[in-house]
């Protein structure tokens, strides 16, 4: 099984969140970036209801180091 840099964090792998002028929330990335992005909602959609289920992307030591001009984001894994 792969460790959690390998499937959360890869090496090279690219991630931008910001606000589009109409508000929307906008995430770009390259092919890795956006693959992490999945294994993290994955994983996310396994725990649903557990606590600390939830992920941060912020430009901060030991969290998800986003694209200089990123916004922060959590992603929560929860039933609606």
Request: glycine letters at 12%; one cysteine or more.
């Amino acid at each position: 099984m792969a460790n959690f840099a390998d499937e959360f964090r890869p090496c090279g792998a690219k991630l931008k969140i910001k606000t589009s002028e109409k508000g929307e929330i906008e995430i770009t990335g390259n092919r890795l970036g956006l693959r992490a992005l999945s294994n993290i909602c994955a994983a996310l959609s396994e725990s649903v209801g557990e606590p600390g289920n939830h992920y941060h992307f912020m430009d901060v030591d030991g969290f998800w180091g986003t694209e200089p001009g990123s916004i922060p984001l959590v992603i929560y894994g929860e039933e609606l």
